[in-house]
């Protein structure tokens, strides 16, 4: 089964274009390390040889605006380190093929700097020709399990999660370990297909949000809410489970060693400035989990329930902004790769 | 002002994806010879040097599926030539930035033997790095014009297209030397562009329809009826022209000469097999012009009159089959291009 929806299309009040603000923060703050990292590691000269053409791809890009941001950071970074004006950049925009790459090409920017194109399949398998990326980028994505591990749905398993939509909130560390195991099985096809992709001396760049997700049961008990009153059946909730596993440094570490052919040059959690939690605003926050989630609601309770269970969320907002003052840290992980 | 409208989108009953049999039949004319034309042309140690990537690209390629039996066609040709199991192939789908992308990638077939890419953008201009690409292909495209000349809609110009909808049927010569002329300066931009992308030695193969768009008149004669019934100000007819010019062995043969960077291998215009003539199938090729156009009458008429101007032309199909029985004889134009 799988699991993967598309952030929401079009640039209507509940897009993902008009509500990424989390990633963008997330961005934000990875931006002067992503800079340190090229300086540091990338050697221009020795991966193109004689070719003058640098290829990079964004993978998991959504529709933008954030990975336009993202991609011409890069160029301008390898710009302003190498002052060659004969290099050319090609950007390949990676998302599922049920991404909404009409969007994301409409919207391109019509003064950048690089030339344009979108590859369309999971990044968990191939999708470039071997040896034809340079730098590869993939921020708040990786994130994304492709499938939720069976044994969660299976009410004689001890992974069963009952009443509750995620690992996070659970009791049962057998449930936190079911995401676990998934997260290590497509990040193993991930890098298997990455170290095929980039040439020797490329690099790769994750960025992915370690915090903020706990966030979901209050999304979940907006649910069980609906269940008490008798909207909705709670087998519905007992079967869903939110498809995201926030990984920990530790959690790359095993994946990178296993693969063998990146060195880690960086691994660091950081603790970025956020103006979503400097002012607990937690109707932005709210706003952006639906941009990210509501197809996977909608899919899986249909769209009354889904908007029930959002309109229901965003009620709590102050008991929300009240969480976010006391638990909520904004914090990413930022790993910075080298192809061996 | 631009003229591009892409094909009708989508899978629905008047999209292209389901009406371009016209088209079909003209690729599966040039199959042949595109062959050919590549076994005898292309030489493909010298190209890639030490690199096994051969990069292909379909300008213009619509939504599908014609441009997928094209791309396989393309790296099946190449394959069977070289018998080289290390070669990788990456197919890069170009068309207009309105073109239904999410269509196109969603319906990629599942067992290509190519890594696919979207690239958006307009052909009259660049589209990748300098000397990227191995073999560019581009069925049923350039006939399509950047813009429509001025002087067609200047009503003191001797060009002024009074009544009609296209150079075909009128009788002033200034009409069709407009249309001559804007598709000279857009081929122009278009050899320019292609020099620089198309790397030495790599090939070009151009197909273009020679015959069927006298039809249009039919079209026209259709916005004629309603405009006599008073459905129609008579001056949105007048303004109203159909950017598609045919063009002939000569008129490439000139751009390609003052271009200078290619060589023609073959050019010739070649009379394949129609199922669609044999049948005299007027319906067929009905709902394959409005697959093509509606875009195009939508936005200059309004959905109503377009409507209207493609039910009258579609209850003329009679007329329209005698017409394709005397007048009306499948022919293309091949042209097989090297980068020297």
């Known amino acids: 089964m799988s699991t993967f929806f598309p952030?929401?299309?079009?640039?209507?009040?509940?897009?993902?274009?008009?509500?990424?603000?989390?990633?963008?923060?997330?961005?934000?703050?990875?931006?002067?390390?992503?800079?340190?990292?090229?300086?540091?590691?990338?050697?221009?000269?020795?991966?193109?040889?004689?070719?003058?053409?640098?290829?990079?791809?964004?993978?998991?890009?959504?529709?933008?605006?954030?990975?336009?941001?993202?991609?011409?950071?890069?160029?301008?970074?390898v710009k302003d380190k190498y002052h060659d004006n004969n290099l050319e950049f090609q950007v390949f925009f990676n998302d599922h093929i049920t991404n909404d790459f009409n969007t994301l090409f409409r919207s391109l920017p019509v003064d950048r700097s690089y030339y344009a194109s979108g590859v369309p399949g999971s990044f968990h398998g191939r999708l470039f020709p071997s040896q034809s990326i340079h730098f590869a980028h993939c921020s708040c994505a990786i994130h994304w399990l492709s499938k939720i591990p069976k044994e969660l749905l299976d009410t004689n398993s001890p992974a069963w999660n009952k009443g509750l939509i995620h690992y996070a909130g659970a009791s049962n560390v057998e449930i936190a370990n079911a995401y676990v195991s998934q997260f290590q099985k497509d990040m193993e096809m991930f890098f298997d297909a990455r170290a095929e992709e980039i040439v020797q001396g490329g690099m790769m760049v994750l960025i992915s949000p370690f915090s903020g997700w706990d966030s979901l049961n209050f999304l979940g008990s907006s649910l069980m809410d609906l269940v008490n009153e008798g909207m909705l059946d709670e087998s519905l909730v007992d079967s869903f489970n939110v498809p995201i596993y926030l990984p920990s440094p530790d959690d790359i570490t095993k994946v990178v060693e296993k693969n063998g052919c990146f060195s880690i040059e960086n691994i660091e959690l950081t603790y970025p400035q956020s103006k979503l939690v400097d002012e607990a605003d937690a109707k932005t926050f709210i706003i952006n989990l639906r941009a990210i989630l509501e197809g996977l609601f909608i899919n899986h309770f249909g769209s009354k329930i889904a908007e029930e269970a959002f309109t229901r969320t965003f009620l709590k907002n102050k008991e929300i902004s009240a969480w976010m003052k006391t638990n909520y840290k904004a914090c990413q992980l930022f790993i910075a790769l080298k192809r061996k």
Chains 1, 2 share one sequence.
């Open 7 to 77: 952030m929401n299309n079009g640039d209507a009040v509940y897009s993902y274009s008009r509500n990424s603000q989390i990633q963008r923060e997330i961005l934000d703050g990875a931006k002067e390390m992503m800079k340190e990292a090229i300086i540091k590691n990338l050697d221009i000269k020795s991966i193109l040889s004689s070719s003058n053409k640098f290829h990079i791809t964004d993978l998991g890009c959504s529709i933008g605006p954030n990975t336009f941001t993202s991609m011409q950071h890069v160029v301008q970074v």
